[in-house]
Structures are given as C-alpha cells and as structure tokens.
C-alpha cells in the first residue's frame, strides 16, 4: 500500500520540478526579451543622436555659408560706396572748376 502512495508523491515532484523548470525558462525568456528590448531603445537611441548631430552639423554648414555671404555682400556695399564717393568727388571738382572759371571771367 505504500508503494501507490510513493510512486504518487514522486508523480507530484516531477511534476512539480517540470512546472518549475517552465517557469524558469519562462523567466529567462523574459529577461533575453527584456535584454533585447533593451539593445533596440540603445540602438535607437545612438541613431537619434547621430541625427541630432549630423542635423547640428548642417546647420552649422548653413550658417557659415550665410555669414560667408553676408560678409560678401557687405564688401560689394563697400565698393560700391567708395565708387559713388568718387564719382560725388569728380562732380564736385567740376562744380568747383566752373565756379572758379566764371570766377575768373567775372574778374577780366
């Protein structure tokens, strides 16, 4: 009699050693997933920051690009300034000649 009542207590034990076993692997399964999930918002998040970089990069291309061309336009303004300061310049001796000249036949 009490063989059944061994051999039923050794079916629990294996039982209970299978559903152990289960779970363990269910838990270690959980933890590669979590790992996983873990590599992936890594992964992700270096890409992220490569964008944001990358994008900081080509907005600093950007600007120096529109400074470059800021500090062109303002050498062209330059230029053109000094042209017109001359030719104010050649007007005013001309305007200075002719005045001298009826200067002069006023005086004869």
Not at 11 to 19: F, G, R, T
Not at 47 to 62: G, I, P, Y
Request: hydrophobic share 35%; proline share 1%.
């Amino acid at each position: 009699m009490s063989l059944p009542v061994s051999t039923g207590s050794s079916k629990k034990k294996a039982k209970s050693n299978v559903v152990q076993q289960v779970d363990q692997f269910w838990g270690e399964i959980e933890s590669l997933q979590s790992d996983a999930m873990l590599c992936h918002d890594s992964k992700h998040q270096r890409f992220l920051t490569k964008l944001e970089v990358s994008q900081a990069a080509l907005n600093h291309q950007r600007q120096q690009k529109n400074k470059e061309l800021e500090i062109r336009l303002h050498k062209v303004d330059i230029r053109v300034h000094e042209a017109h300061s001359q030719v104010l310049n050649k007007k005013a001796e001309t305007l200075c000649k002719g005045g001298r000249a009826l200067a002069l036949d006023g005086a004869a």
